[in-house]
Structure formats: C-alpha cells, structure tokens
C-alpha cells in the first residue's frame, strides 16, 4: 500500500535535491536512483541537470515567482510491509510510469521514521519538446492510479477508495488509518455495523451510543463524537454512505425520500407507534400518519424519510378518510430535501495580517466563489440552452439515481455479511458503486449551483424592474 502526495518546488531546486538524497535518511546515499546523472547521490549534478533542462523550456529561463521548478512527489508505504529496496524498485518504476522516461528525475528512499517512504523530484520540462508538465486536476488522482496498480502486482495493500475521494484526509490520517488508529475509519466501522443490524432511527442511535459513540441531530445533519475524540465530525464529512439521508436509506434497504417540516406540525398518535403529520397550506384540515423509523427529530426541525412509491393515507382533522396520496402528490405540499452526498459546503474564513486584509480576502474569496458558480451556470447552459425545465428534470432524475445507488449499497453490504457473495466480489463491487456516486454527486452539484444561480438572477432582475 503506497500513498501518493505532490507539492511544488518554487524557490531553489539545489536545495530541495539536496534534502532528499540526504545520506542519513537513505543509507549512506544506497536507496538512491536518477535518470539524468550517472552518480543519483550528487545533488549539484542533479540539480545542474534540472536548472540547464528548465533553461530550454519555452520561458527561456530559470525565473523567479511562482515559476515551478520541480513536482515533488512523496510515496509513503504501510509500516513493516515493504522493505527499503523494494521501495525504491517501487519508486523507480512509478517515476517511470508518470513521465514515460521523457523527464528528469531523482528518487530517494528515507528510512528515518517509522514508515518508508520515496522522494521523487521530477524536472517539469519534457526532454525533447522542452513542453512543461502541467499538474490538472486529474493528474494525481491517475498517479495513485498507477501506484496503486504497482502495489496490487506485488500483493500490497491499496488505498480504499472512499478514504481518498470526498472527504480529502490528510496524509497523517491516512498514515492513522492504515495503522488502526483512524477515528474517522472508528466512526465509519461503527456506523457500518449499526446500519446492518438496525431498521429504524432509534435502534441505529442506541446502538451507537451504547458502543460509547456520541451522535447528535442537528436541522441539517448528523454528528458523531468517539471517546476521547476532540472535536465532533459530520456525517456528510465522513464520506458517500454516511450522510443521513443515506443512512436511513441503509436501514431501510430501499430508496427514501427526505421532507422537512416543523416540530409544530407533528405529533404523536394514539396508538404511540407513530406520528401524524399536518399538510402545510391546508390549515390543519388535512394529515397524514407515518411510522417512527420514518421520523427523525432534530433541534429546530423534523426530518421525514418516505420510502418510494410510497401511498400515504391522508384523514381529516376529525379522522375520516379523505383519500390516498401518493408521493408526487405529497410533494405538492412538502418540499423535498436534496441528499448531500460528501460535498464541503464549509470554508474556513480567510487569515489575513491585520482586520483588514482578512476582509479583503474573504471579499476575494466571495467573488472567486461567484465566478465559479456563473462558469457553472454558463456550462450548463451551453449544454442545455435556457431550458430551465430540462435542467430541473435532470437534477430530479440524478437524485433518483443517487439514492438507488445509496440503497443498493446497503444491501450489497448484506450479502457480504450474510455469505451470499464473497468478500473480494463486495470490495470490487463496493467500489464501483462509490465512484459512480460520487460522479452522479458531482454532476448534481453543478447542475444545481447552475439552476439556483440562474434564479438568483431572475430575482435580480425582477427587482431592477
């Protein structure tokens, strides 16, 4: 198992090759490898040879800035499960793989702490058509890729894929993680165990709390607390699975529709294995019952999780029958709630110098915020033209199959446990389920950044008018 981390060198590129063929970290300069000097232990050569390859590049030369200089690449293995050789025989062929042997690079393995790891600096610019490598958005995610492709050829450990999707760990975490030490993977195994012995809300909740886990409902989401763990993590932070719409869908194995109404609308029945909800817009006149494992309360609102195709009973306020409603026409009454699926919506406020410079960065961060909604809004458009009832319609029907999937997750989770498929079928199977997921949840995001900043600007005309 091997996780793959890049930074960027900008300031001096002697210095950084110089750090990592340190003789102490890699045994007297032994666990070193390079491409472009016939001696890998001489950082000035090697450094030479990248500072005369960036002067052919189509800058003309070596600049200041933000100029990059070198991509840094940091492949750190499981404690105890490769030896410092087969790192470094790891280390060369992944630097192959990722430049094709088309640019320069330095690889050296550090022993100095308890896990192995490679450094690999890699000269940006191509040898022969002296083009810079750009690092893009899925550069590192088909670097891990072909990592993770060398780990399984010699029967090492990979990473799962939720832990590097969505949720972003740190690589101190992921290092927690491998090792058993993981807070979140504590929270996510619990959740996993509770989810596949549970049926309602409340048999989930007591589970977790009487393994030790400490979860509270919030309007819009869940937190969980481990003994000892510092700070409270949410549950759409957790991952694809996690969030509460996709638990309660777990419990129930089949998809769920999710409704938000207030406490004042909602009450307990008679018979006390239920509750009896009021239509909004109807003044009390009509309500309908629904289970309590469909029932999750929370400090300021009541969330309901209706299964699909469900028909729904609807009485009177003196108890007689009025007729049957089905979903479609509950959702002339009750608006349902989008399932957020591991998107951060938090951002951290911007540390500026002085009050005012905070200010201004967070001002900065405002509009780079509103621009990458407008270059949503206008992709979608070129795609959909100002077919705003297309745009809707395809956000519909990506909810739908977003909470398919979250439902087909939780059973396929139940034949494993229950020895209808094997384990290896459930992990390859498992796997394919989260990356479409989280593909249906990119796709959804964008579309619905694009349609609620299209009516944003409706609004603001209507209001120029």
Not at 162 to 168: D, K, L, M, P
Not at 421 to 430: F, L, M, S, T
Request: charged share 25%; aromatic share 6%; hydrophobic share 35%.
């Amino acid at each position: 198992m091997a996780v793959v981390k890049v930074k960027q060198v900008h300031a001096t590129v002697a210095k950084a090759v110089a750090y990592v063929l340190n003789a102490e970290k890699t045994h007297d300069g032994a666990l070193a490898a390079s491409n472009c000097v016939l001696d890998a232990n001489d950082a000035n050569a090697v450094a030479e040879q990248f500072e005369w390859m960036l002067s052919q590049s189509q800058r003309g030369s070596i600049t200041s800035g933000r100029e990059v200089l070198s991509h840094h690449v940091i492949q750190s293995f499981k404690p105890g499960e490769v030896t410092d050789v087969e790192a470094l025989q790891i280390g060369v062929e992944f630097a192959e793989r990722i430049t094709g042997g088309d640019y320069f690079y330095v690889v050296a393995t550090h022993t100095d702490r308890d896990h192995v790891h490679n450094h690999i600096h890699i000269c940006p610019v191509h040898t022969t058509t002296h083009r810079k490598l750009r690092m893009q958005r899925h550069t590192l995610h088909e670097w891990r890729a072909i990592s993770d492709e060398l780990c399984r050829a010699r029967s090492l450990s990979v990473v799962p894929p939720q832990a590097t999707r969505n949720v972003r760990p740190s690589l101190g975490e992921l290092h927690a993680q491998f090792a058993g030490r993981s807070w979140r993977d504590q929270v996510r195994q619990l959740v996993d165990d509770a989810a596949a012995t549970s049926r309602s809300w409340d048999e989930f909740q007591g589970q977790l709390e009487r393994d030790g886990m400490r979860v509270t409902v919030r309007n819009g989401y869940v937190t969980y607390q481990l003994p000892g763990q510092e700070r409270a993590v949410r549950d759409w932070r957790l991952g694809a699975g996690y969030a509460l719409p996709e638990v309660m869908a777990r419990l129930g194995r089949e998809v769920v529709h999710e409704y938000s109404v207030q406490p004042s609308m909602i009450a307990r029945d008679r018979s006390g294995t239920g509750h009896v909800v009021a239509l909004p817009y109807t003044h009390g006149e009509l309500r309908f019952r629904v289970p309590d494992e469909a029932v999750v309360t929370g400090s300021k609102s009541v969330r309901l999780f209706l299964r699909d195709n469900e028909v729904v009973p609807v009485f009177t306020r003196n108890g007689e029958f009025a007729q049957m409603f089905s979903r479609d026409q509950l959702e002339l009454y009750l608006s349902p709630q989008t399932m957020r699926v591991g998107q951060r919506t938090e951002r951290l406020s911007p540390q500026g110098k002085s009050e005012r410079h905070t200010a201004f960065l967070a001002y900065r961060a405002r509009e780079a915020q509103r621009l990458r909604d407008t270059t949503a809004a206008w992709s979608v458009e070129f795609e959909y033209g100002h077919d705003r009832a297309s745009i809707v319609e395809a956000i519909h029907d990506l909810g739908e199959r977003q909470r398919e999937l979250v439902a087909t997750q939780q059973r396929l989770y139940d034949d494993m446990a229950e020895g209808r498929i094997r384990p290896d079928v459930y992990a390859e199977q498992a796997s394919a389920l989260r990356i479409e997921l989280d593909e249906v949840s990119r796709e959804l995001h964008r579309l619905s950044t694009a349609e609620r900043t299209a009516s944003l600007s409706q609004s603001d005309q209507r209001r120029a008018r």
